[in-house]
């Protein structure tokens, strides 16, 4: 870079004061080479421009959720002894498939019997307590055997370092979620170990039942069913 | 804690669009733009506690930058790589008699070319455009965002306009000219 490049980005800037300004506006009809420079500036910066894009739809309450999940997330563990304080918090997750989402979700309080409940864990029951009850009994050992119809598009968290990706599934009359992450969901207080691929658990977290598979990947099933049938509703759904 | 999201989230998501244009450029290969601004409010979240609030824009650009090069390590893929031989594939030859760059007519460009050209560009040049041209961060709050001097970011934007330019009129982005 020689002087004139080194004195160029201040002029352009717009750094230079008016004197030394004037020179300069004076200079670039004589120099070729500047006035070159600043054509080039000119035309990188224009271009560069070309590449400002909107924020897809959706993005904002994604983010939001995320952030209020974490609120959650860590408010549990720092509050040991006094219960989990009780609060609402809606949550505009996304109410529109423009939103990339399927449902406005509303957060409900969290019963005592989850405080202690590892942070991955607990995002994924808050997230399923949204889900609404099953509009009937899901009719397993009846024969009923609809396929599973995706709800929505997956939604990304994070809790306590867990990279989870959420996709929501609808069997017959209910709808189930499932957490996939590349840790082991841990093992939450009160949760009892059950046959399966891995370390399998299977836990109560206020109406909703969760079942666990921690293999190469881990998967978190969580649904507003008995956990009995939880485990059956898992072999019905696209699993890894 | 309800409070304190609630007034993060005040405080931080008008600038998600700047995010945005940040994370869309820092972002590694593989990696979603929209999980680096998700991870980004995630960490900046964590950290609200001790932020004193002096520049709420450069502080989440800093946070992205960091959090994009911390994936990137995750990764174990240099941060900022573009695989070299899809852009120059890309790229034609450059002619034997290089038309004036002056010439170049931005109206008519093709963003994807300019976004080839700008990941050609050194990483400190492309940071410091992508910040200032793409995001429309000021010198000041670029050199907040970078840890550098507002001089060396004016420096650096300068000559990676100049190079960007250069590259596109490489890349056959001219006109009046054959």
Redesign the interface.
Known sequence: ?DDH??L???F??G?LDPAAAREWDQHLLECEQCW??V??????????????????AG??D???F???L??AG??IP?QPGRGVRL?R?RLAAAGTLALALAATLVLLLLPDSRAGMPAPVAVVARYAQAMPPPARQTGLGTGEQAAPVEVGRPV?M?AAGHHIVVRTWRLGGTEVVVATSGQPFPMPPGAQGTSGGGMAWVARAGKVSLYCINGPTSELVAAPVPAAQLAALATRLPLA | MDGDHRAFLDATLPYMEVVYQVARHAAGAGQDPEDLVQETYLRAFAAFGSYRGENTRAWLAAICLNAARSQARRRRRRPWEVPAHGLLDAVPARAEAAPDVADVVIAGLDARTVSQCLARLPEPQRLCIVLMDVAGYTAREAAAALGCPRGTVLARVHRGRRKLAQLLTEAGVSHGRP
């Open positions: 870079m490049d080194r160029l980005a201040p352009l800037a750094d070159q420079a054509r080039e500036d000119r035309a990188g910066r224009q271009a560069a421009e070309l590449l400002r894009q909107r924020v897809p993005l904002a994604r983010v939001a995320a952030v209020e974490a609120a860590t408010t720092r609060r918090g990304t994070t």
